[in-house]
Antibody, heavy 119, light 107 residues
Framework: EVQLVESGGGLVQPGGSLRLSCTASGFTFSSFWMHWVRQAPGKGLVWVSHINSDGSRTRYADSVKDRFTISRDNAKNTVYVQMNSLRAEDTAVYYC????????????WGQGTLVTVSS | SYELTQPPSVSVSPGQTARITCAGDALPKKYTYWYQQKSGQAPELVIYEDNKRPSGIPDRFSGSSSGTMATLTISGAQVADESDYYCYSTDSSGYPLFGGGTKLTVL
């Protein structure tokens, strides 16, 4: 059974930083692209970033480009997102998700971790 | 910037057919994926590559795409199908995005 467990969320001040982690199990982690998707309170889903299976290719939404960095450690079955220069509008539940296959959209999702940016 | 446009809400009676649309200029050349999100839960993939169902998804869920419009159809909608539904695709350069979401009410 595919399992994805996010951690690292919490309250951070505007301008601050946070690193989210997502630990995977139940599949060969090193074979799949991984995504981060976020959802602000009461709002819709927004794709944030993805990373290919060996970590050599990444892509970002314009809203987070140059502030967020996605990475992965295949030895630890973990994908990360380093979030810098956080803004109030970054407040959201952040979901980690495994791709359906290759560079396809998310198939399996974690339960999410809440990030609140507020003073 | 590129957008996927969904109606904010759709309402049907139990047993009726619900249709949720997703409009985007790149859809003739890009696959559409559909996600169901029940209140307080993570999203779940219900249709991929326009019209394929993942294992475990009831066959009352189907998808189609024609021109710049993709459609999620729920035949014989049930109260349990009340959820937010999101389409997902990419623009011509492969940039991923979700539609704004549609709240389905079955009552």
């Amino acid at each position: 059974e595919v399992q994805l467990v996010e951690s690292g969320g919490g309250l951070v001040q505007p301008g601050g930083s946070l690193r989210l982690s997502c630990t995977a199990s139940g599949f060969t982690f090193s074979s799949f692209w991984m995504h981060w998707v976020r959802q602000a309170p009461g709002k819709g889903l927004v794709w944030v970033s993805h990373i290919n299976s060996d970590g050599s290719r990444t892509r970002y939404a314009d809203s987070v480009k140059d502030r967020f960095t996605i990475s992965r450690d295949n030895a630890k079955n973990t994908v990360y997102v380093q979030m810098n220069s956080l803004r109030a509008e970054d407040t959201a539940v952040y979901y980690c998700a495994r791709a359906l296959n290759y560079d396809a959209p998310p198939r399996h999702w974690g339960q999410g971790t809440l990030v609140t940016v507020s003073s | 910037s590129y957008e996927l446009t969904q109606p904010p809400s759709v309402s049907v009676s139990p047993g009726q057919t619900a249709r949720i649309t997703c409009a985007g200029d790149a859809l003739p050349k890009k696959y559409t994926y559909w996600y169901q999100q029940k209140s307080g839960q993570a999203p779940e993939l219900v249709i991929y590559e326009d019209n394929k169902r993942p294992s475990g998804i009831p066959d009352r869920f189907s998808g189609s795409s024609s021109g710049t419009m993709a459609t999620l159809t729920i035949s014989g909608a049930q109260v349990a199908d009340e959820s937010d539904y999101y389409c997902y695709s990419t623009d011509s350069s492969g940039y991923p995005l979700f539609g704004g979401g549609t709240k389905l009410t079955v009552l």
